[in-house]
């Protein structure tokens, strides 16, 4: 487990974060807290892979994170959203680790470009998932097959053999659907922050990058889940429910300005309307 300072925790302003994520004081370190942290970071921080997109790396210093993701309006991809988690993790005393997982695609496994936190509890490893997008929004004890509550949310992990190991599978219920539906698979492995520099830097500018030419933000908030894509804002419910409103390249920096807490620059967004017309 990352126990030492690779994860730059001497540099982070752990008041100015909390303050950001709407917590009055450094978690505590139990199950309560941890789950405080992790919804606390969920519902305020988005995702989005819009730098990717345009071929862009994002620079993964902490400094850098904290003046975008806390000083700032903008949200990012895993490789953003585990440093910055990891450094607040590392700070307030937390056992952790960093993973990496294969998104599932039509149930097949892509390149192995997720980056995920497991920290421990009790002596019980826990999934911390904050750079998915649509996250589970409370850490999920990795225990297989036991189906848990995520403010509503049903999600489930479950260990199977891969080759010479093990891999962990998460699945979500679609509760349109009623049916499991596969996120990625990892392993429990120690991932370095130079491993998630690397990633970041693929899924910007590799030609075999899924981030690129689909321009995406996600936002989580009580009770429902926002998701832009290149033409609809998507909204879905615990229950089931889902609206789908279209929208005009022309209302898209309005749109992640007050739905997703999101303020994209004009030359930004500019690049990524002529990306999504070529």
């Given at each position: 487990m990352n126990t030492?300072?690779?994860w730059g925790a001497p540099a982070l302003d752990l008041p100015r974060y909390l303050r950001r994520v709407g917590l009055a004081a450094p978690p505590a370190p139990d199950l309560a807290g941890l789950t405080d942290l992790v919804r606390a970071h969920a519902r305020t921080l988005p995702w989005e892979n819009f730098d990717a997109v345009r071929g862009v790396p994002g620079e993964l210093t902490l400094d850098a994170l904290?003046?975008?993701m806390i000083d700032g309006r903008r949200g990012y991809g895993c490789t953003g959203h585990v440093p910055l988690l990891a450094a607040v993790l590392q700070r307030t005393g937390w056992k952790?680790?960093?993973a990496s997982g294969r998104v599932l695609v039509d149930g097949r496994p892509a390149a192995s470009t997720h980056a995920l936190l497991l920290a421990e509890v009790d002596g019980a490893p826990h999934l911390v998932e904050v750079g998915f997008g649509a996250v589970p929004t409370v850490p999920l004890r990795l225990e297989s097959g036991l189906e848990q509550d995520a403010d509503g949310w049903r999600y489930r992990l479950t260990a199977m053999p891969?080759?010479?190991g093990e891999e962990w599978q998460l699945d979500f219920l679609d509760p349109s659907a009623d049916q499991?539906?596969?996120q990625y698979r990892f392993t429990v492995a120690d991932r370095t922050w130079a491993d998630l520099r690397m990633t970041n830097f693929y899924?910007?500018?590799s030609?075999?990058?899924p981030f690129r030419?689909?321009?995406?933000a996600v936002v989580n908030r009580p009770g429902l889940r926002h998701v832009l894509t290149r033409d609809a804002v998507i909204t879905t419910r615990p229950d089931g429910g889902r609206e789908s409103v279209p929208y005009v390249a022309a209302d898209r920096r309005a749109i992640l300005a007050e739905t997703f807490a999101i303020d994209l620059p004009a030359d930004e967004d500019a690049a990524l309307t002529a990306l999504s017309a070529s």
């Open positions: 030492d300072d690779a904290q003046r975008r952790f680790g960093a891969v080759g010479f499991w539906r596969p899924v910007a500018t030609p075999h990058s030419g689909r321009p995406m």
